[in-house]
Each structure stands twice: as C-alpha cells, then as structure tokens.
C-alpha cells in the first residue's frame, strides 16, 4: 500500500518568507508527527497529533512554527519568517495508534538562504 | 533530559560477518524501543521494534533488550554492502503521550566486500 508522502521535497526560500509543507499520511494511521533533522545532527520530534485530541506540540522550537492536522489526515507544518538555522529535512511520520510503529515519508528539504 | 546513547563509528566489519550495534537509554520507565535505517540521503526505515526483554529475531537481524541495564542491541548476521547505513536507536517513553520517540545520534556501519 501507499506509504507517507511529503510535499514538496525539495523547497529553496529566502530568509523571512514563510512555508508550509506537507504531510500526507498511511490511509488508517490516526497519529501523525513531525521531525526535524539538522545536518549532521539526530531526529528532533517537533510535533505530534493522534485523532481528534489537542495535539502535542511539546518539541515546536519556536512561535513561529506551528501546524495543523484536517480531517484527522493530512497535515501542514508552517513554519513563518524563516530563519536560516530552520535549514534541515523535516519528516513526517505515522502510525496505526498510540504506542504503534511510526513509519517515515521521504521529506522535505529545506533551504533558507 | 531523556537521553538514547550511540556510538556514532564508523563501525566496520567484513563481508559476512556479524554487525553487532549498541544503545543505552536514560528513563527506566522506557517501553518501546525500535531501530531504523538511514541511507545517506533518505529517510528513516524500520527495521526492528521490541517491546520485551529477551531476543527478537527477524530474517538477519536480532534486536536483544536488557530493560534493567537500559539497554537495547542490534545484530547483523551475514553483513552485506547493502547493509552499508546509519543505524538510529529510538526509544519511546512511558507517559509520553504517542509514543514520541527519542532517537540516537545513529551507528553508521560500513560493510566491506
């Protein structure tokens, strides 16, 4: 079956503008989260929704990141007046619930210059 | 501060040899523990999750966990190029609402033909 698709993959931006990326994830999965990863640095969790509950934003850097989850399925992460430390592959991943295996898209890489 | 241990090698071993990888962990209250895969410039890729102490076998490779030394291995029977990686420990911890997870700076194996 289809696995995490991410949009767009590559996405080059100039500091202060804003992006939003996408997430899209496996049909059935009702926990979706977002990483970070940094060059040469580990996976940074930033964001985290299961169904219809508040969800965990625990690991969001700063105010200017945020996201959101519609439908229970697809997700944006916004990330406003970019900064070139945002520079990093985000990842999103799902799982079938709480507890469960998270499974990883391909990601988005994203430059700010 | 929640904290997964790796040593980042690299780590070499022949063609056909064993790959033997290690994680230690800081919360005792840890229940899932799950290891990927990273090939330069993809995303992660599960390959083993174990929940239980003991030994977890699964085609080459055999997590093994110690929860009450905090401590979670991953062998790679008959090593091959293909296993050639970083490999990220995960650990998600009890309380934590999803099952975030918290990964390891991650092992990269080079296997040589």
């Known amino acids: 079956g289809a696995g995490v698709s991410q949009s767009p993959s590559n996405k080059v931006t100039e500091k202060g503008k804003d992006v939003e990326l996408r997430c899209d994830p496996i049909s059935g999965h009702t926990a979706l989260y977002w990483y970070r990863q940094s060059l040469g640095q580990g996976l940074e969790f930033l964001i985290y929704?299961?169904?219809?509950?508040?969800?965990?934003k625990s690991g969001l850097p700063s105010d200017r990141f945020s996201a959101e989850r519609t439908g229970g399925s697809v997700s944006t992460l916004t990330i406003q007046r970019t900064q070139q430390e945002d520079s990093a592959v985000y990842l999103c991943?799902?799982?079938?619930?709480?507890?469960?295996?998270?499974?990883f898209g391909p990601g988005t890489r994203l430059t700010v210059t | 501060q929640k904290e997964v241990e790796q040593n980042s090698g690299p780590l070499s071993v022949p063609e056909g040899a064993i790959a033997s990888l290690n994680c230690t962990y800081s919360d005792r209250g840890s229940q899932s523990f799950f290891w990927y895969r990273q090939y330069s410039g993809k995303s992660p890729e599960l390959i083993m999750s174990?929940?239980?102490?003991g030994d977890k076998e699964d085609g080459r490779f055999t997590a093994q966990l110690n929860k009450a030394s905090q401590y979670v291995s991953l062998l790679i029977r008959d090593s091959q190029p293909s296993d050639s990686a970083t490999y990220l420990c995960a650990v998600a911890w009890r309380g934590a609402a999803g099952n975030k997870l918290t990964f390891g700076g991650g092992t990269r194996v080079l296997v040589k033909p």
């Open positions: 929704f299961q169904g219809n509950s508040a969800p965990d």
């Open positions: 174990i929940y239980s102490n």
């Open positions: 991943a799902s799982s079938l619930g709480t507890g469960g295996e998270q499974y």
